[in-house]
């Protein structure tokens, strides 16, 4: 079993900065990427970004492209989401996901929620104007 764990949500201003934290732990040699997802009130939840463990490959929704960035840290097994620039728009609950198979490196593969297993408990960011 694969657990993980999100945090590092807060509030702040327009432009400001925050950066997400995630951590797995259990079978972590079962999963293979993790995923950023937010969800703000009233909409579905939607695909950030994505890192691929053995590769560091990297995917993003275009809304955030230029601004956020995520990166990892094999040997603590944390993933990271620093989120620059920010908008009101982005204010959401964000959620990290395990996913415990092989995904095609594209975004069709690894932007739909569904193809993810395990998900932390969520992080509520808020942006305001």
């Known amino acids: 079993q694969v657990h993980v764990a999100d945090s590092g949500g807060g509030w702040v201003q327009t432009g400001g900065s925050l950066r997400l934290s995630c951590v797995s732990s259990?079978?972590?040699?079962?999963?293979?990427?993790i995923g950023w997802f937010r969800q703000a009130p009233g909409k579905e939840r939607e695909f950030v970004a994505a890192i691929r463990w053995s590769s560091g490959s990297t995917h993003y929704a275009d809304s955030v492209k230029g601004r956020f960035t995520i990166s990892m840290d094999n040997a603590k097994n944390m993933v990271y989401l620093q989120m620059t620039g920010l908008k009101p728009e982005d204010t959401a609950v964000y959620s990290c996901?395990?996913?415990?198979?092989?995904?095609?490196?594209?975004?069709?593969?690894?932007?739909?929620?569904?193809?993810?297993?395990?998900w932390g408990q969520g992080t509520q960011v808020t942006v305001s104007s």
């Open positions: 996901a395990a996913s415990g198979r092989v995904l095609a490196w594209t975004m069709d593969f690894v932007s739909p929620p569904a193809k993810y297993d395990y």
């Open positions: 259990g079978r972590t040699h079962n999963h293979y990427s």
